[in-house]
């Protein structure tokens, strides 16, 4: 879970950035793509955040029925799937909770590790679920893992491109080339959306097969995972939102040259 904070955080900064980056230099004055498309996908991914905080701060304080520790549920799912070599860490922080595809690690938050709350024994589930994906070979993964160096570049050099081909009008392609690069950022939160969504219906489905959750359990778990969920749904519409703003800046200046 710590990824959607992470995304966050990177989503946050590049959108201000943008302001000042492509508005200015434009002389638009106020850049309506960014109050019209930005802003609103920026509200959307608040209510989700807050959404998920909500939900984790009320079944953290819920007992789970079995009185399970986050680790506990998560040794017991791994072992179910002959997965018995890969280690469960502890990680500092909250909803720090990740797995490592690199080092083949669950890394559970010190509050979900030992913790017995119902939040705590969905969240470990959850990265269980990535565990198994990474064991069986989930396709939407393999993609996903593919995408990250292009995304990682493109990030990197999409904003200077479109900046200099806004700048220098005679090389408004590189501008255009930008917006490809940048649209492998969209990309890759689309192709998160099943690796995550995925990694949820595994936990649901493998604390109800195990036993390790009785119906109220059941019914948090799916709450705090669907609110979890829907954080992933919100860095996508931002991803778009600012994809399209690009798209758009670029596309009218482009239509201000022919004229
Ligand atoms: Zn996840």
């Known amino acids: 879970m710590l990824e959607t904070l992470t995304l966050f955080a990177q989503g946050m900064y590049t959108d201000q950035s943008n302001a000042i980056g492509v508005g200015y230099p434009m002389g638009i004055g106020i850049d309506y793509y960014y109050v019209l498309l930005v802003i609103p996908a920026m509200i959307i991914a608040l ?58 690690t669950v890394n559970l938050s010190p509050a979900v590790y030992s913790g017995t709350s119902v939040a705590s024994i969905g969240i470990a589930a959850h990265e269980v679920g990535h565990a198994i994906q990474h064991a069986e070979g989930y396709t939407p993964n393999k993609i996903r893992s593919a995408i990250i160096p292009v995304t990682n570049f493109g990030s990197q050099v999409s904003m200077i491109l479109i900046l200099l081909g806004l700048v220098l009008s005679s090389f408004l392609w ?77 596309r009218g200046s482009d239509s201000r040259n022919r004229r």
């Open 174 to 250: 590189l501008a255009y080339l930008g917006v490809i690069l940048y649209s492998t950022a969209t990309l890759f939160q689309l192709v998160t959306l099943p690796v995550e969504f995925n990694a949820s219906n595994r936990a649901l489905k493998h604390i109800k097969e195990l036993g390790i959750a009785n119906d109220d359990d059941y019914k948090g778990v799916k709450k705090v995972l669907t609110a979890a969920a829907m954080t992933y749904v919100a860095a996508l519409i931002t991803s778009l939102a600012n994809f399209l703003r690009l798209l758009l800046i670029v």
């Open 47 to 104: 209510i989700a955040q807050a959404k998920v905080k909500s939900a984790y701060s009320k079944y953290a304080k819920v007992g789970n029925s079995r009185n399970l520790t986050g680790a506990q549920a998560a040794r017991m799912i791994l072992d179910s799937h002959g997965l018995t070599y890969v280690p469960i860490n502890v990680v500092q922080g909250e909803l720090t909770d990740h797995f490592n595809p690199t080092d083949n």
